[in-house]
């Protein structure tokens, strides 16, 4: 009976007082002290291991993150430049082509004319060769056309006058 | 006729002891060592810190969900807190913050989320930080160590804080006592916000518990009075949504110190810059 009392007594005068039992000083050294042993436990904790170690991962992983898209972006430029220089050498090489082909073109066009000039020369002189010949043919046909008529015209003379025209005479009529 | 268990909600804050300690005196002062049921959760409290961090404080490219949570822990006082308000030049002092921010938290949330464990005896659910004595000693362990630093880093001319820049001289001679009372009222008010906050919330979880099981055992004596297994169901209800909103608390308090910790620190880091 006297135990009991004595122990509900503590409970019993916080509540008479009606103050918080925060405000029990008894206890307050000691909280205290054990609280700042405590957070000077946690604090070299903190300072020591788990602040560099997290906040270490974390620059670790931005380190990383930042270097990866780095290399790939020096990557993508490398690449760009490649394109570039590709594309550079195929309009290098379609241009080479292209002077070459009409560089051909011009020696074909140039050699066919050649040989249509001497072509065209060597026909010329064959034309010319056998145009003379026709004239010189003519002219000796138009020479015996004009003897075959003086005698004729003389033939005619002397039968239809009984008398042989002279030559002048017969010149002179076929030149009228 | 039961016997109605009395409605108590200031017998959680009771502090017993489990193991008695030595005692010294300090300047004439006791002070017992005892391991109390309030020491015994500190020192839970910060077990469960260095466990936690010893298993996920990694450095691993890829983090597991463990290094995640710690790495969140710490991006909120990095990045969220330190970062912003102090900028480059607060990176030394963010282990500090972050050591401040992880102790409430972790008493904070011990005192709510183990309340469902409080089994046996084993009185780790004790909310440390609804003991004035000890948020009492982080609001003037905080504000002392950034007062003394500013008079480390800046000397006498620290003192120039208490005299806002572009007043004339007579209107000083109001703000500076006034600038002077609104700085020294700050430990109150660190200790203050973070006691009523886990005080309050505890005690009416505590009232709700209570109205629980008294108005159960009123319905069990049959007749009429079942109706009263209504209102039980209602306070059990209420006590669920309780815990939740007091999580919300249990972080919010801490993240809210730690931010005017930073805070009053910015003012010692960066002095005579936005001045």
Redesign the interface.
Known sequence: MATETQEST??AE??ASGG?????F???????????I??A???L???L???P??????E??EA?INGDIADARRLKDEAEAQAAAAAAETAQARAGAQRLGAEARAKAQAEIAARLAEEEAKLAEKAAVADARIAKARDAAMANVASIASDTAGAIVAKLTGRAASAAELASAKGS | MAQQPAI?P??Q???HKIVQ?PVFH?GG??????I?N??AS??A??LI??IF??AT?????V?NRG?AL??S???IV?RVLVGPIIGHDGKPY???I??LF??ILVLNLMSVVLAVGNVGGLDLTFA?T?????TA??AV?TFFSVFILGFIKHGPKFLGLFAPGGMPVVMLIFMIPIEILSYFVRPVTLAMRL?GNM?GGHVVMSLFGSFVVALAIVGLSGGVATLAFIPSALSFTMIVALTGLELVVAILQAFVFAALATVYLNEVVNFGHGH
């Open positions: 503590q409970p916080a509540a918080l039992p925060q405000f029990d008894q206890w307050w050294p000691g909280q205290i002290v054990w609280f700042l405590m957070f436990v946690v604090l904790f903190v300072r291991f788990a602040a170690r997290v906040g270490g991962g974390i670790d992983r990383k | 108590e200031m017998h804050f009771l502090i300690g300090l002062l006791p002070v017992d060592m005892s109390t309030s020491v500190m020192i409290g910060a810190l260095i961090f010893a404080a990694k450095r691993e490219i983090p290094q710690a790495e822990l710490y991006n990095d963010v282990p500090y972050f050591a992880l102790v440390v609804s003991q004035l004595a000890v000693t982080l362990l006691f005080l």
